[in-house]
């Protein structure tokens, strides 16, 4: 009995105590998956230090039961604090921002920002692989885009929900060079799309195939689309959000602060609309010399590069975790001699900061923030290792010092990629669910006064 005490008492406690670890060194990164899950399961870590600490009552083990206490405690008192409430939708929007939205009842909005397991929603139809754009000859790379085709997949409200006319148009993360479309992404699709909005599941170009000029170029073609095809999805034109996350959430910031830039707007959509109506950023890098320095900071040796092999170990290692990843573009990125995160910062811009300052602000969402810039829902762990908290809070007072309404929703502890952990019960997850859902009801509503 002692020994079965001690073995979820200790679990649980060592699980726990990550929670307050924040990513500082090359090596300090193994910790960062681990902490993600572990947060995301906090619950069920809370839960298996209670067991421990039963099982050390009842075999007198003070040590098993100190110990369960630890596994316990932490993690609740994490939930607690990252799905306690906050007043940033009164600042934004105004006092009586509740009464401009659906009730919580018959909208299907999350009643609390931390609700356990997420709800069960009725089946929801979807589209796999949609053309959403067939790109110009000189920009057609057919091993890495299909012959030039650039595909999406749609998430329609069901059967019987009433359509609310928003399109949700997500952008996947990976550090602008890795991941796709439908990655662990769909509990937040499923919900979504049941309170009538429809989702976009967007996979535009990345490095090296194209810089972030060329992907952002593929958002605005996103929004393009889905403007052009608006009435056959029941969608309101002018009610159409970007969203995204880490690396996504940086592209939705930019597309939507730079929606008639030259530099920034491909020819084939110069003439389109490709304004919206809001923005949604999860932990998107809003200045992108900021993000460089912060890597220089904590990685130190990886800026540089990694001794040749040890970069197609860590390619081989990410398409393995992630699956499909733009296909035979892998295989070019697994050629690259060593992995540093200058090769990946270069891919991006064009060169080093040193070597290109003017790419790194042009590129970054903070330089184009200006009244006209959308409302805008920023969400960030306070632990966040790529993200330094700081960088979004600039962004933020950017924002109000323009007159954009602002939501800064900061998770204490938490980490980057909180939102992909485990999604359906994790609590900062859901959380950001409950700030995204309200949020998204406030633009569908103030597009409908507005028309």
């Given at each position: 009995m002692t020994v079965l005490a001690y073995m979820p008492a200790v679990l649980a406690a060592a699980v726990s105590i990550p929670f307050f670890y924040r990513v500082r060194s090359p090596a300090g990164i193994v910790l960062w998956i681990p902490k993600v899950l572990a947060q995301s399961a906090a619950p069920l870590v809370a839960l298996l230090g209670l067991v421990g600490v039963v099982l050390g009552v009842l075999s007198r083990a003070p040590l098993a039961v100190a110990a369960g206490l630890l596994g316990t405690l932490i993690p609740v008192l994490y939930v607690m604090r990252v799905s306690g409430s906050h007043d940033g939708f009164e600042r934004a929007f105004g006092a009586d921002w509740q009464q401009r939205i659906p009730p919580e009842p018959s909208s299907g909005m999350l009643r609390r920002r931390w609700v356990g397991l997420l709800p069960a929603h009725p089946e929801v139809p979807s589209q796999k692989d949609v053309v959403f754009w067939t790109l110009p000859a000189a920009e057609t790379d057919e091993v890495a885009n299909h012959g030039g085709e650039l595909l999406c997949d749609i998430w329609q409200p069901p059967?019987?929900?009433?359509?609310?006319?928003?399109?949700?148009?997500?952008?996947?993360?990976?550090?602008?060079?890795?991941?796709?479309?439908?990655?662990?992404?769909?509990?937040?699709?499923?919900?979504?799309?049941?309170?009538?909005?429809?989702?976009?599941?967007?996979?535009?170009?990345?490095?090296?195939?194209?810089?972030?000029?060329?992907?952002?170029?593929?958002?605005?073609r996103a929004v393009a689309w889905m403007k052009a095809h608006a009435e056959s999805y029941g969608v309101d034109p002018q009610r159409v959000v970007l969203a995204g996350g880490s690396s996504g959430g940086h592209l939705a910031l930019l597309a939507a602060y730079t929606p008639d830039h030259a530099e920034l707007t491909p020819e084939d959509v110069a003439s389109a609309n490709t304004a919206v109506r809001g923005v949604v950023a999860y932990y998107?890098?809003?200045?992108?010399?900021?993000?460089?320095?912060?890597?220089?900071?904590?990685?130190?040796?990886?800026?540089?590069?990694?001794?040749?092999?040890?970069?197609?170990?860590?390619?081989?290692i990410t398409g393995a975790m992630t699956g499909r990843v733009a296909g035979d573009a892998l295989e070019q990125k697994q050629d690259q001699p060593s992995f540093s995160i200058d090769w990946m910062m270069s891919n991006m811009t064009g060169g080093t900061l040193e070597e290109v300052p003017e790419a790194y602000a042009l590129l970054s969402p903070i330089t184009h923030v200006s009244p006209a810039a959308p409302p805008t829902l920023l969400l960030q762990g306070q632990h966040d290792f790529a993200l330094p908290v700081r960088v979004t809070r600039a962004l933020h007072d950017r924002l109000l010092e323009a007159g954009v309404p602002c939501i800064l929703v900061e998770f204490p502890q938490t980490e980057h990629a909180f939102d992909v952990g485990l999604p359906w019960l994790a609590p900062s997850a859901q959380a950001a669910l409950h700030d995204v859902e309200r949020f998204l009801a406030l633009l569908a509503a103030s597009a409908e006064n507005a028309a």
């Open positions: 059967e019987g929900t009433s359509p609310s006319g928003l399109a949700f148009v997500y952008l996947h993360g990976g550090s602008w060079h890795w991941m796709d479309k439908d990655f662990n992404t769909r509990p937040l699709f499923r919900h979504l799309a049941a309170q009538g909005h429809l989702v976009m599941d967007v996979a535009f170009r990345q490095c090296p195939e194209v810089d972030v000029r060329g992907m952002v170029g593929d958002v605005k998107g890098a809003a200045d992108l010399s900021a993000v460089y320095r912060n890597f220089a900071a904590v990685f130190g040796s990886l800026m540089t590069g990694l001794q040749p092999g040890e970069g197609n170990i860590l390619f081989k």
